[in-house]
Nanobody
Framework: QLQLVESGGGLVQPGGSLRLSCAGSGFTLDYYAIGWFRQAPGKERETISCISRSSGITNYANSVKGRFTISRDNAKNTVYLQMNSLEPEDTAVYYC??????????????????WGQGTQVTVSS
């Protein structure tokens, strides 16, 4: 019943943009910290961005800071990841997940219990 579904991935040229969506069903995303993660072939899963619950604060990995923006649309029970200035190094499967913040309320070190299946982002010329 609890499900997260990512969408919006695809093939894009370097310097281009994509907006990923994370839609929840069976639960309210606003009650959770929501993280965006990615995993490139042969690499560990990386936390790239997250948004906290009550505070709504956002955090970003250094690799995407200034280029990616996470946001909520509570009316649509959806979290977005706007990705600009994409680089080939951004190529990965992108996942969203719902969970709780970590120490000091930092969502980048949170625990995420509900995961989507991922959407492929490929940045290539």
């Amino acid at each position: 019943q609890l499900q997260l579904v990512e969408s919006g991935g695809g093939l894009v040229q370097p310097g281009g943009s994509l907006r990923l969506s994370c839609a929840g069903s069976g639960f309210t995303l606003d009650y959770y910290a929501i993280g965006w993660f990615r995993q490139a072939p042969g690499k560990e899963r990386e936390t790239i961005s997250c948004i906290s619950r009550s505070s709504g604060i956002t955090n970003y990995a250094n690799s995407v800071k200034g280029r990616f923006t996470i946001s909520r649309d509570n009316a649509k029970n959806t979290v977005y990841l706007q990705m600009n200035s994409l680089e080939p190094e951004d190529t990965a499967v992108y996942y969203c997940a719902a969970g709780v913040e970590g120490l000091f309320g930092v969502c980048l070190i949170g625990t995420y219990n509900y995961w989507g299946q991922g959407t492929q982002v490929t940045v290539s010329s």
